[in-house]
């Protein structure tokens, strides 16, 4: 087992893992961040998204151990525990969240989009969820939301 | 126009801020002091004997407190055969099907104590698909099967598990007298249902020997009743608790893992939690019935439709499951929304040694709206007619009578088939690029919701809100805020004065699923008679508080009760609940119990026909077009434009009808171009996310849906029902648009890029 040290939404996290323990099982079993989401476990459906250092990354399919450097943010920490961000307020006025399953993911692709291009086409938004499955939602309202939050 | 509050508005779904913040607990985010973890190990084999399961090292690894096999399960259960069992006994009969289970301390001690069972199989032939089945001396899936409990007691032939007929007038004769007849042989695949939430369970035993089993499921009724089956336990000792589902569409109507948890708890007297891997989803839960269907379809020169024959041969795998429902339900669709005399529909369930086939949104509908929808168009193309004009001619309208004579109250079919047409034909034309090809499909949609019983209790808090409880289980479509909002207006309360209790067998009425696109319908009506009976209890006390006649008071917004034509005489829902709580007459509680008229089971009718259930529920139409576009040099197909069209009675959300109609045309498409669970000798080549292909947001365009409203008379506020529709013309629709680019049809699901280029260009 290996020592870690993990800056998870800002604050470091003590933890202890085997070499091939996830990120996502880190998140979920030890730091009981249960938002991200255990769909495939292989790194296809998008439902464990973080980001890791501003970027969109799969937590199934990183090592904790490889993660002590990074700053990860998950999807409790992309807003205030009462607050809601304007693509999350955004994605349940357009009744963009069904089941929910995929949401925290799609949540952290979208912003991760709009953090490098706040003014995103369709097809950029389409792009940017490339990686994150929905099952429920057919993608249109959510599509919509976060046209609507970039573009007003 | 401010005719209702709240029905009709596009009201953010009640959970909405909790999930899209991460923080609604899915089964497997629930933690428990003392919590076992579960473990399986599934059959590599699609038929073989068990000669021996050796447990010793297994029980003897670190952290095991339980290994369970097919022994530990004596009682079979099904809901038409007794043919299930919860763990493989003696014999598997599909490659996945669970052999052993073990709860451990921790995941990984379960899944390596899991490595340690020896199985020593015994392989056996094996029959992977219907014609194999039905081969005369083939191998029987189950040998048994005639001493089986079984709901239809009609004999079957070998690998049959269930059969269905249903006629109305004359069609071999009438075939003799068309002018067009086409035929044709359809096929589809088996399409993953691919919810996001694996399946997944808790169970916990309490001291008094009664166990709750926590699960991601659509009916907790079918939970608490198929455990009372497996266990050998009364109902009153199983308590069933849905968690929030993380998608279903027909895949979790059954119990799924929950009979595995609940063992286990009671072996260890801990709480045990299941959660499958995706890979598990794939090897041994479900998938939509695969197909093959003979359909005769026949017409006058004029373009009347006069006569159809189906017969539909469907996959049921290895257990029955819902196969003769899915079966029967499957056939009735089958004449379509047409007005043809003559009629003959007949088929088959048949076992394979495959995993098991089950409810699948469209329960059968979207495999013979394949064949059906594909063969108007053919007729039309025969006939030198347009296909939306020759549906227009030939469509049912309210006052028509369905297959089996149930009169049809409401129909919007005509206005949804020019909604799509008028809108198809309003697009901007774009040119299309050298070495594609673009064009346009249609199809109609006729479907049913309803289905047997429910009920709803509505309870007014000593503060004037209310509680309302249904059993219904929102599986993500919205139920939850659309009952809400049918209780909110018969009350002129606002949304949030609506607490909607979470489906327990403990607290709720009685419901028997989230399925059949039953919920805003049949919950519906059941919710706005309870809320109806709940308002006029607190009118009665109204008129004792303010000493009038119940009779002369009219319910004001924000829950007040006044004297009509007097604005300052009132009382409030708050005082009025004191009043009951405190003074007099009780609190107000009020509850309704709902059947769909003339919708039971009906034993002669089963033996007769094989159909058991009479009046199945409200009919329901739609209309659909796709504009596709083919690659001719590599064969791909892909939607550019989608409209869907689709006739709900009334909207009471909006945004939640929109989300269903995107949602389900989404998965249309998956079925009709990407998705098939690949058999080969008996195992699947691709159980993966990345060789299964789901629809991603760039496989797919906008999608356009249209609302049209015709009320169901019958319905709450006038709504019907609209999850399963938008996926049943997906598959002709765009078979439709292939045929008008190519000139061939193509009769087999999915359009991969193989067989358009076969289209494009026919092998020698």
């Known amino acids: 087992m290996i020592d870690i040290t993990l800056k998870v939404n800002g604050s470091e996290q003590a933890c202890r893992v085997d070499g091939m323990t996830t990120l996502l099982t880190v998140l979920r079993e030890q730091l009981l961040l249960t938002g991200s989401k255990r ?19 799969r937590s199934c399919l990183l090592l904790a151990a490889d993660c002590e450097d990074r700053a990860i943010t998950t999807i409790e920490g992309v807003a205030e525990p009462d607050r809601l961000t304007d693509l999350q307020q955004a994605l349940v006025d357009a009744g963009a969240v069904q089941c929910g399953f995929c949401t925290p993911g799609i949540v952290l692709a979208l912003e991760a989009l709009l953090d490098v291009d706040p003014k995103p086409d369709e097809t950029a938004v389409r792009t940017a969820l490339g990686g994150n499955l929905c099952r429920c939602s057919g993608y249109g309202a959510i599509v919509d939301a976060a046209l609507k939050v970039a573009h007003g | 126009m401010a005719e209702f509050e709240t029905v009709g508005q596009s009201v953010p779904r009640l959970a909405g801020a909790e999930k899209v913040s991460g923080r609604v607990a899915y089964l497997d985010d629930i933690q428990r002091a003392g919590l076992l973890h579960g473990a399986l190990l599934l059959s590599p084999h699609p038929h073989a004997r068990i000669r021996r399961i050796d447990t ?132 589809t695949p088996a399409q993953v249902h691919a919810y996001l939430e694996p399946c997944s369970a808790l169970a916990e035993v309490e001291a008094g020997g009664k166990i709750t089993v926590w699960s991601a499921c659509q009916s907790v009724f079918r939970v608490q009743a198929t455990l009372s089956e497996v266990l050998g336990m009364p109902m009153s000792r199983i308590r069933a608790i849905a968690t929030p589902v993380g998608g279903s569409f027909g895949g979790k109507s059954d119990v799924t893992v929950q009979p595995l948890a609940a063992m286990m708890a009671l072996r260890t007297r801990r709480p045990v939690k299941l959660v499958l891997t995706r890979h598990e989803e794939f090897l041994m839960m479900r998938t939509r019935h695969p197909a093959r ?101 030939n469509c049912v309208v309210a006052g028509d009578t369905w297959v089996g004579g149930q009169r049809i109250e409401a129909a919007g ?37 309803g289905i047997l019983s429910t009920s709803a209790i509505v309870r007014v808090l000593e503060d004037g809100s209310v509680t309302l409880n249904t059993g219904a289980v929102d599986l993500g479509e919205g139920a939850e805020t659309v009952l809400a909002q049918i209780c909110a ?113 009906d034993p002669k009718r089963t033996l007769l026909s094989g159909n058991g259930i009479g009046r199945l529920g409200a009919f329901i139409f739609g209309a659909q077009a796709f ?66 292909k789901v629809p991603g947001a760039m496989d797919v365009p906008r999608i356009v849906p249209i609302i049209v409203e015709h009320p169901e008379p019958s319905g709450p506020f006038g709504a019907k029902g609209v999850g399963e529709p938008p996926i049943i013309g997906v598959a002709p629709a765009i078979g439709n648009a292939i045929r008008a680019l190519t000139g061939v049809r193509l ?13 494009l260009e026919p092998p020698a």
């Open chain 2, 489 to 601: 207006e018969t009350l002129k309360l606002p949304l949030d004065r609506i607490n909607v209790a979470p489906a327990d067998t403990d607290g709720s009425p009685y419901n028997w699923s989230t399925g059949g696109s039953r919920t805003t319908y049949m919950v519906g009506r059941a919710v706005a008679q309870a809320t109806v009976d709940a308002r006029d209890k607190l009118l009665t006390h109204a008129g004792q508080m303010l000493e009038c006649s119940a009779t002369d008071l009219e319910l004001r917004s924000g829950g007040r009760v006044g004297l009509v034509g007097v604005p300052g005489m009132e009382v409030s829902f708050h005082a009025i609940s004191q009043r009951a709580h405190w003074v007099a007459g009780g609190p107000v509680i009020a509850h309704a119990a709902v059947m769909f008229e003339g919708g039971g089971f």
């Open chain 2, 413 to 449: 079919l005509r206005e949804c088939l020019m909604a799509v047409r008028d809108a198809a034909a309003r697009r901007p034309t774009v040119e299309v690029r050298p070495g594609y090809r673009r064009g346009i499909g249609f199809s109609a949609v006729a479907h049913i919701c």
């Open chain 2, 56 to 187: 010793t090292a297994a029980r003897a690894a670190p952290g095991v407190r339980c290994v369970l096999t097919g022994a530990d399960f004596p009682h079979r259960y099904g809901g038409f055969v007794r043919d299930e069992v919860v763990l493989a006994h003696e014999r598997v009969r599909y490659a996945g099907e669970p052999v052993a289970a073990i709860a451990a301390a921790t995941l990984e001690q379960a899944r390596q104590a899991i490595a340690l069972i020896e199985v020593d199989y015994e392989e056996l032939d094996a029959v992977t698909d219907v014609d194999a089945a039905l081969a005369p001396g083939a191998v029987r899936v189950h040998e048994d099967f005639e001493r089986y409990g079984r709901r239809n007691i009609a004999p079957l032939p070998p690998n049959v598990c269930a059969h269905t007929l249903l006629s109305e007038g004359d069609a071999d004769a009438a075939f003799a007298g068309c002018d067009v007849v086409i035929e044709g042989e359809f096929r």
């Open chain 2, 627 to 692: 504009e596709v576009e083919i690659d001719e040099a590599t064969g791909q197909a892909a939607v550019t434009r989608a409209w869907s069209a689709h006739d709900v009675g009334r909207a009471i959300n909006p945004a939640g009808v929109n989300g269903q109609i995107i949602g389900g045309v989404v998965q249309g498409i998956g079925y009709a171009l990407y998705e098939e669970l690949v058999q080969e000798g008996g195992a699947s080549t691709n159980p993966n996310l990345a060789d299964y």
């Open chain 2, 293 to 393: 269907i003979r359909i005769r379809t026949g017409a006058m020169r004029d373009g009347t439709l006069v006569a159809r024959s189906v017969h539909l041969t469907l996959d049921g795998g290895a257990y029955t499951e819902d196969s003769p429902a899915v079966l029967g339900f499957a056939l009735l669709m089958a004449r379509g929304p047409y007005r043809i005399a003559h009629l003959r529909c007949e088929g088959l369930a048949v076992y394979t040694h495959r995993l098991r086939a089950a409810g699948f949104r469209g329960y059968g509908n979207p495999q013979v709206s394949f064949a059906g929808e594909s063969q108007i168009d053919d007729i039309a193309a025969r006939l030198g007619m347009d296909p939306v004009e020759l549906r227009l001619k």
């Open chain 1, 39 to 57: 769909g495939c476990d292989y790194g296809i459906c998008g439902a464990c998204s973080v980001l890791a250092d501003g970027r969109l990354a």
């Open chain 2, 747 to 759: 009769c087999t699901l999915p359009f991969s890029p193989q067989r358009v280029l076969d289209a």
